[in-house]
């Protein structure tokens, strides 16, 4: 053998034993997929000698997530908001395989901000231990805004540097944003219903939009869970010209009982609304105003978009309901394969986006495609 | 014989309607005529028929709860066993067993809390607030870990259920005829049978029950699960009304059936109360919600309502109790 | 009054501990005769009402009940018997008016007496209680609906013999009825004592208030720190006699006390 047709052997061996290791590992779940998700436009850089992070160029409207193998294995810290809700636990779980894909040490701290019993202790308990334990990445999730100041002055005064990436609430004091945009989930609801609604030709000065939320559960504030419904409303109104300026509503209610009993007084105090919409801060209360809707006699006069895919919601749109026409669909399981590539660009000191937005999806059951 | 006794002042007070019912009837009807006055919604079949069914829920379960208060105990676990019990039925449902199997198998779980609450409570004597708050932790957690994990619910589409839930025979809907009947079984229980003698005995004055050789311990056993047979049942009707069964259902219910009991003329320390006065109590609560959503009135308002209404019904009992003391001479 | 004792308790003995509460104390009650037994606090009267009654169990000692050994374990063996007490506390229920009382865990229900479900016979508790009532002259403003925490002292305690009386066939035991009573109730009381025994009923009456004793007694049963110091017919007994056996204070020895007192020398050795 001579030494060309040596070397060629060796190349082709290489190029199948690099073929074949490529394949292992992208044949290895979700490692090296890419993700994309929206930003708030506005790109920082976690600069480590001053524990800061720093505006850099913007990179865009997008950010693609990365997922990768790393070759240190960080410590990265989960302060998870619960481990009750669905969407909780879909995050979590998520998180946890994404974080052992990229070959990190993860470790989980439980805030115990389920509904029972609002925790106000938990989150700056665990805020200590995680200082102690000193993680090179910080995730966490407290939905408690009074706390929020609290716990990031001990993540902001710990050396070594720990950056944070705050989960589902406005992030302030040096950390950047990680969740759903309730502008997005508004504005996808009512592109989603738009279409439904045209089509099935309502007369707009006949048309109320009546969503379900709380106000007094979570308050107005920007960032608020209400947000969503402020924004369905704006975006259905500029889709659909001609719904009278005080043709919209919402009914405060938490649970599905309360929330059928708001709608159905409401339906009674309105005899002239002849068609209903409505978006909703999550599925629990949406399912309430569905039965309200349907006991009421309502059917194709009806479009309701829910949120967070419960199951009964779910089963509704797989059903072709008339009235439950989509759930969104927030995309917590795949939660992980956002943050922990953007956990591994702060450490590689990439620039990253102030608020990194999972896209929503509405969950279309076999409507999706008409 | 020399009469030698004084004769006493002292009305006459009849068992089942007592004067404090005639003044939350006049209430209920002062209420009425207020809110017809307001809005022209009111009195109307349909808005009747959506406070049937508003009410129905929270209404059998206070029949069950009165029971238990009027026995002397306390059961604020019953928002919990009815998430249980609905998550029972869910799972019956879903692994293919007919409907009325599968209620039975929800009652049958209730039923089991409300045997584990009368354990706690009757046969280790711990205090019913503390201990009924303990297993309305247990029991909802219990409701999280089945079927799966975490809150997520499961959704059920079973007619029958449904129909309890949404159905209307004669114009009114089924829920309310469900209430209705619970009220009526657990009032002639308490009116007019030894068991229902025994349940205010042993409130009433413990001791005295038990010198009198009354089963004391089974009494308030029994009110327990009663209670708790309420509160399943309540739990399979939520599942139709809900569309399925919600881990989360029913969370703070309790507040509210306590309010409805206490309006109703039942003593927060036991003893005296009225099954009717309950129902009462359930009824008033309703047209207030029901008149204050068809006024649009502000959500927080509404929250407050239901607060103020428990702090008039607890000032009211506790003015009774005092006059009750100083009649002593 | 027969010569035979209805009930009788010998050789009764009670301790708490290192206390002991009976010891040794013969006790008999005849029927028809009303029975004073007194002592100061401490001195165990309670207890042995509560062993004859079936509330407590004697750690030694027997009971014989119609000249026949007993066993009288739980109150249920004693009320079986006719023995019936009137506590101090009453055991009424305040909620429920006079008639549930009377019934209290002895309802009359229509159908099988041990189904808890068992609807109750209202009207004839009704009119049995007002028979009762009316045997014993206690008139009240209704039997039926009127929670009796609405009656008065005297009332209540009126309504507590009274039921006591309704099932006592044989024996009554009262602690302290008229502790808590003015003068008109206590008359009250008192005649109600005497009208259950001419029944042919034995009253147990347990006082340590004198002249009540006096007025009633037709014998008096003494105690002292558990045991019984005197067993006689109240006739010719005085009060300054009766307080002297219930202190203990016995004349002979106050001449020991003035005797040391003249000779100091003698008391203060050691």
Redesign the interface.
């Known amino acids: 053998m001579n030494r060309r047709s040596g070397l060629a052997a060796l190349a082709g061996l290489a190029l199948v034993a690099g073929l074949a290791i490529a394949a292992t590992v992208s044949a290895a779940p979700n490692a090296g997929g890419t993700m994309v998700a929206d930003t708030s436009g506005k790109w920082v850089k976690y600069n480590s000698k001053i524990c800061k992070y720093v505006p850099t160029k913007s990179m865009g409207a997008k950010y693609s997530a990365v997922m990768r193998k790393s070759a240190t294995k960080y410590k990265v810290s989960w302060g998870t908001q619960d481990t009750v809700y669905p969407f909780t636990l879909l995050l979590n779980k998520d998180i946890k395989a994404q974080a052992a894909n990229a070959g990190l040490e993860l470790k989980v701290w439980d805030n115990k901000g389920d509904n029972q019993a609002v925790n106000t202790t938990q989150p700056v308990l665990n805020a200590n231990q995680i200082v102690a334990w000193k993680p090179d990445v910080n995730l966490w999730m407290n939905t408690l805004g009074p706390l929020t100041a609290k716990t990031m002055k001990l993540f902001n005064e710990a050396r070594p540097c720990i950056p944070t990436v705050q989960f589902y609430i406005s992030p302030g004091q040096n950390a950047i944003y990680f969740g759903n945009s309730q502008p997005q989930q508004g504005i996808a609801a009512a592109d989603y219903a738009a279409p439904i609604i045209k089509a099935r030709g309502w007369k707009p000065a006949d048309t109320w939009i009546v969503s379900t939320g709380s106000v007094s559960a979570f308050g107005n504030d920007p960032g608020s869970p209400q947000e969503r419904i402020t924004y369905f409303t704006t975006q259905l109104r500029k889709l659909i010209p001609g719904i009278p300026a005080d043709h919209s509503t919402l009914l405060d209610c938490n649970t599905t009982p309360d929330c059928r009993t708001a709608m159905a007084d409401w339906i009674t105090a309105h005899p002239q609304a002849k068609n209903i919409t409505g978006a909703t801060v999550y599925d629990i209360r949406s399912l309430g105003a569905h039965a309200a809707l349907k006991a009421a006699g309502f059917s194709k006069n009806a479009v309701l978009v829910g949120n967070g895919l419960e199951p009964a919601a779910k089963a509704l749109v797989d059903a072709n309901d008339p009235i439950m026409v989509s759930t969104l669909d927030p995309g917590e399981q795949n939660g992980g394969k956002f943050v922990i590539p953007l956990a591994l660009d702060i450490l590689a000191g990439k620039p990253v986006p102030t608020g990194t937005y999972i896209p929503v999806k509405p969950y279309c059951g076999k409507r999706c495609g008409k | 014989?020399?009469?030698?006794?004084?004769?006493?002042?002292?009305?006459?007070?009849?068992?089942g309607l007592a004067y404090d019912q005639t003044g939350l009837m006049i209430a209920i009807v002062v209420m009425c005529l207020v809110i017809s006055w307001k809005?022209p919604?009111f009195f109307?079949t349909?808005?009747f028929s959506?406070l049937g069914?508003?009410i129905s829920?929270g209404g059998i379960m206070a029949a069950g709860f009165t029971l238990v208060m009027i026995c002397g105990g306390l059961d604020l676990s019953i928002s919990s066993v009815a998430a249980l019990s609905g998550q029972a039925l869910a799972f019956g449902l879903t692994h293919g067993w007919s409907t009325a199997v599968a209620i039975a198998f929800a009652l049958a779980i209730a039923a089991a809390c409300g045997a584990f609450n009368a354990l706690l409570m009757v046969g280790i004597g711990i205090n019913a607030i503390v201990g009924t708050i303990a297993t309305q932790?247990l029991f909802?957690g219990l409701a999280?870990a089945w079927g799966g994990?975490?809150?997520?619910?499961?959704?059920?589409?079973d007619a029958t259920v449904s129909n309890l839930a949404?159905g209307k025979w004669l114009g009114v809907p089924v829920p309310t005829y469900i209430m209705l009947s619970v009220f009526l079984a657990i009032g002639f229980?308490y009116r007019?049978?030894?068991?229902g003698?025994?349940v205010?005995?042993v409130?009433?004055?413990r001791?005295?029950?038990r010198?009198?050789?009354?089963r004391v311990g089974?009494?308030m056993g029994?009110a327990y699960v009663v209670c708790s047979l309420c509160a399943g049942l309540s739990g399979v009707l939520?599942v139709g009304?809900?569309?399925?069964s919600?881990p989360?259902?029913?969370?703070?219910i309790e507040l509210t059936v306590l309010a409805a009991l206490v309006i109703g003329g039942t003593s927060l320390s036991g003893?005296?109360g009225s099954v009717f006065g309950a129902l009462l109590g359930v009824f008033a609560l309703g047209v207030l919600?029901?008149g204050l959503?068809?006024l649009?009135v502000s959500?927080?308002l509404?929250?407050a309502s239901v607060g103020a209404a428990l702090l008039l019904a607890i000032s009211i009992d506790s003015i009774r109790q005092r006059r009750?003391a100083y009649?002593?001479? | 009054m027969s010569s035979e004792p209805i009930l009788e308790g010998r050789g009764l003995s009670k301790h708490y501990g290192p206390v002991v509460a009976l010891n040794n104390v013969d006790f008999a009650v005849y029927p028809g005769e009303v029975v004073a037994l007194v002592g100061d606090n401490g001195a165990g009267k309670s207890t042995l009402v509560k062993i004859l009654a079936g509330a407590v169990l004697p750690d030694s000692g027997t009971i014989f009940f119609s000249g026949e050994r007993a066993a009288i374990h739980n109150p249920h063996d004693a009320r079986a018997r006719g023995i019936e007490t009137v506590y101090q506390d009453l055991a009424l229920v305040s909620a429920r008016d006079t008639t549930a009382n009377m019934f209290l865990g002895r309802e009359l229900v229509y159908g099988g007496a041990l189904r808890p479900l068992a609807i109750e016979r209202r009207r004839a508790m009704v009119q049995f209680t007002e028979e009762r009532l009316a045997e014993l002259g206690i008139e009240l403003p209704d039997v039926k609906g009127l929670p009796i925490d609405r009656l008065s002292g005297g009332q209540r305690q009126a309504v507590a013999v009274a039921r006591a009386t309704a099932w006592a066939t044989k024996v009554l035991f009262m602690d302290e009825p008229t502790a808590a009573l003015g003068v008109q109730q206590t008359e009250a009381v008192l005649e109600l004592t005497r009208r259950v025994a001419a029944k042919g009923i034995g009253v147990v009456l347990i006082t340590h208030i004198m002249p009540h004793v006096m007025e009633v007694a037709d014998r008096l049963v003494v105690l002292r720190h558990g045991r019984k110091v005197a067993d006689l017919p109240s006739a010719g007994v005085t009060t300054d006699d009766l307080v002297r056996l219930i202190v203990g204070f016995d004349p002979a020895e106050d001449h020991l006390a003035e005797r040391a007192a003249s000779q100091p020398d003698k008391i203060g050795g050691a």
Do not use: C, Q
Not at chain 2, 149 to 157: E, L, P, V
Not at chain 2, 211 to 214: L, Q
Not at chain 2, 241 to 244: A, E, F, I, Q, S
């Open positions: 014989m020399n009469h030698v006794l004084v004769r006493g002042r002292g009305r006459v007070v009849r068992r809005t919604y109307d349909g808005n959506n069914v508003a829920y932790f909802r999280y994990g975490g809150a997520a619910s499961t959704a059920i589409a949404n229980t007019f049978t030894r068991f003698s025994n205010t005995s409130g009433s004055n001791v005295a029950a010198r009198a050789g009354i089974f009494t029994a939520l009304l809900n569309g399925g919600v989360g259902a029913a969370i703070g003893g005296t919600a029901n959503n068809l649009g959500p927080f509404k929250v009750r009649r002593d001479e």
